[in-house]
């Protein structure tokens, strides 16, 4: 069992709809959380970024932590062809844990 | 500013060639790190550096070799090449190597060079 487990999508859905992505984890130590997208042929950029349990919010995204289900989540709002991407979720314990990412496609 | 800097962005080996992927970044940052990105295996780390000098192996650093001898340079060095390292290679560094520092996770990654190994 991998220690963070992604759906890989791909995950389509029209211009302004809602979208939560989520990813599952094993790892209870896990403290730092993070959210990186990444366009087509590009390098991953950090979007979000929580410490322990709770939301952030960041204009139209929000990110969730929920440590007791060992889940996070991050969801957009208003969503935009733009956002079409890859995000890939990301976790810290003593080492850094990337899930294999859900590809996201929003269209117009 | 840069950023981190990747070259080459695609290149393509015959088996048993060796090849060096250049990375370098302009924000004095002191942790340094080479990932490789394979379909359905996600982001997996093959060597780090969290200072000049010093260099320690990731997950997967078999075949692979690095060095640091400034803070800027991080140079990912393939030995031997094997079609099994076919993949995209990301260079990333951050501001702080702690394991407990924030600044830890706010990795900035190169664009990335795409590798075929025939």
């Known amino acids: 069992q991998k220690e963070v487990e992604q759906d890989p999508g791909p995950l389509s859905v029209p211009e302004g709809a809602i979208v939560s992505l989520n990813c599952t984890y094993s790892n209870s130590a896990f403290q730092y959380f993070m959210w990186y997208r990444q366009y087509s042929r590009k390098g991953p950029e950090l979007l979000m970024y929580?410490?322990?349990?709770g939301n952030k919010e960041d204009g139209r995204f929000t990110a969730q932590v929920d440590k007791s289900s060992k889940y996070i989540s991050l969801f957009i709002r208003d969503s935009q062809p733009s956002d079409s991407a890859t995000y890939l979720c990301?976790?810290?314990?003593?080492?850094?844990?990337f899930g294999t990412g859900t590809r996201l496609q929003v269209f117009p | 500013n840069a950023g981190v800097t990747q070259t080459p962005k695609f290149q393509v080996l015959k088996t048993g060639q060796s090849m060096t992927l250049q990375c370098a970044q302009d924000m004095n940052h002191e942790y340094m790190s080479w990932y490789r990105q394979d379909p359905g295996m996600g982001l997996r780390l093959i060597h780090y550096?969290?200072?000049?000098?010093?260099?320690d192996q990731g997950e997967v650093p078999n075949g692979y070799n690095v060095s640091r001898s400034t803070t800027e340079d991080f140079p990912l060095r393939l030995l031997s090449a094997a079609p099994s390292q076919t993949s995209v290679y990301f260079c990333?560094?951050?501001?702080?190597?702690?394991?407990?520092?924030?600044?830890?996770?706010?990795?900035?990654f190169g664009a990335g060079s795409r590798l075929t190994v025939l």
């Open positions: 990333a560094s951050s501001y702080r190597s702690g394991r407990t520092s924030s600044g830890a996770n706010v990795l900035t």
């Open positions: 990301a976790m810290r314990a003593d080492k850094l844990i």
């Open positions: 550096s969290v200072g000049a000098g010093i260099t």
């Open positions: 929580t410490y322990s349990s």
